[in-house]
């Protein structure tokens, strides 16, 4: 596609609900990223996908969170048993190569309620 | 690790001055850095990189950036700022460290939230 697309836009779920957020990299760009912006906090790193290296899972902040990406192509962030403290939005990122670029999409926003 | 360091949460400058949003980096070897930009409600925007060659980066929307291997500095700057450059912006570094999988992801500051009054 032109961008990264990220669904849904915006998420609203109880507290101990599990959520997927999905997206949709750049046609052919070999690395995926989630990052995670709270409120006064920047960007959080949370997990990197490189072509069919095993991802960099270092930034996940705890089991609960977990991510895979398809056929080299499409992620998914799942988040389970949701507390408040993982409201927060939810970027992704795809780059063309190693090291390159980053084109980020629109973000999920996710509340926990 | 690798790091970088934003230390003003908001610059405020009057539209027509320019302007300077500042980062300072701590890294292991050769900095690979980068600049973004946030629009309200909007996804991250690539403004700039350094990877090495000349220290003075120049990027999108008049954007510039000096890169300072003694100062570990890296700060954007703006001859002219416009009530349209407000927006946060985010300095970042390339982690190089190797966590038995892929590697060179981007790490993040706490991002500058950049005011330019008319």
């Known amino acids: 596609g032109a961008g990264v697309s990220q669904s849904p836009s915006n998420k609203v779920t109880e507290k101990g609900k599990d959520v997927e957020l999905r997206c949709d990299p750049i046609?052919?760009?070999?690395?995926l990223y989630w990052y995670r912006q709270s409120l006064g906090q920047g960007l959080e790193f949370l997990i990197y996908?490189?072509?069919?290296?095993?991802?960099?899972k270092s930034g996940l902040p705890s089991d609960r969170f977990s991510a895979e990406r398809t056929g080299g192509s499409v992620s998914t962030l799942t988040i389970q048993r949701t507390q408040q403290e993982d409201s927060a939005v939810y970027l992704c990122a795809s780059s063309q190569r190693q090291g390159g670029g980053y084109t980020f999409g629109s973000g999920t926003r996710l509340t926990v309620v | 690790a690798q790091s970088v360091a934003q230390p003003e949460d908001q610059v405020n400058v009057a539209e027509g001055n320019p302007l300077t949003v500042k980062c300072t980096y701590s890294v292991s070897g050769n900095p690979y850095l980068f600049w973004y930009v946030q629009y309200p409600n909007r996804g991250l925007q690539f403004l700039l990189k350094?990877?090495?060659?000349?220290?003075l980066v120049k990027g999108s929307y008049g954007f510039e950036a000096e890169f300072n291997k003694s100062q570990t500095s890296f700060h954007l700057k703006k001859p002219s700022a416009l009530v349209s450059d407000s927006a946060l912006y985010f300095c970042a570094v390339r982690d190089r460290m190797n966590y038995g999988g892929a590697t060179n992801k981007l790490i993040f500051g706490t991002g500058t939230l950049l005011a330019v009054q008319p």
């Open positions: 350094y990877i090495t060659g000349d220290n």
């Open positions: 046609s052919g760009h070999t690395a």
């Open positions: 996908f490189q072509g069919n290296s095993a991802p960099d």
